[in-house]
């Protein structure tokens, strides 16, 4: 099932509502939906399938702000025929990851950085 565009930001307005008021000290640049897909440089999984990027937190010149990206989430949910719920499902766990990202930042901590970048050389030497 590929949900629509409007559909997803939908979604994702409705969870952002759930997150602590907290969460969003100095996101100044908010939560984005972006249509692009965005393939993960690792390349692709072990069946062959493309890696995507599903989001990411951002801290630069323009602020700090989170993108998660449509094209990412439809291209995995046709490789994997997902559910409604698989979506709500990814969505979920997509901003919550970031929203870490966002909060660990705020407090100086950089353990969910350090622990994604493990995976990553991990996935890279298994490959």
Known sequence: MILSFDQV?????????????EFYQDLNGGISLLPEAVEDPAGED???EDLYIM?????DMMGRY???????FAALA????WTHEDWEDELYTTLS???THH????????????RDQLELEQYRREQ
Do not use: K, T, W
Request: proline letters at 4%; one cysteine or more; a negative charge.
């Open 55 to 59: 989001g990411e937190y951002c801290n």
């Open 78 to 81: 046709e490789q994997e025929d």
């Open 66 to 72: 989170i993108n998660l990206y449509y094209g990412s």
């Open 9 to 21: 930001g939908d979604l994702l307005d409705e969870m952002a509502e759930e997150f602590p008021e």
């Open 97 to 99: 990851h970031e929203f």
């Open 103 to 114: 909060v660990e930042g705020l407090a100086g901590e950089r353990g969910l950085e350090i």
């Open 46 to 48: 072990p069946a062959g």
